[in-house]
């Protein structure tokens, strides 16, 4: 890792982000990484970004979205599981 920042807090604040943001704007893998990239700097790496993706897909917190494009999205919930 480049800096001090772990995985697990990038992919916390890339999943706040993705929350803020749906329903609104949706976003692609590439403005998440710019956007730790400019809040941490030199501390998180492209490669950092990559991985915290990769930890929040797997896990099912977040998914692929396609729809006019790549972006990733908080998973949707159908009706009866509210």
Do not use: W
């Not at 730790?36 to 998180?44: F, P």
């Not at 729809?67 to 919930?77: A, T």
């Amino acid at each position: 890792m480049a800096g001090e920042v772990s995985i697990e807090q990038i992919a916390d604040e890339m999943y706040q982000l993705v929350a803020d943001s749906a329903g609104q704007k949706k976003l692609k893998a590439t403005d998440l990484t710019k956007a730790m990239t400019s809040k941490y700097g030199d501390q998180v790496s492209k490669q950092d970004c990559k991985d915290a993706i990769k930890m929040l897909i797997d896990s099912g917190r977040c998914i692929y979205g396609y729809f006019g494009g790549s972006s990733i999205e908080i998973p949707h919930r159908e009706g009866s599981e509210n």
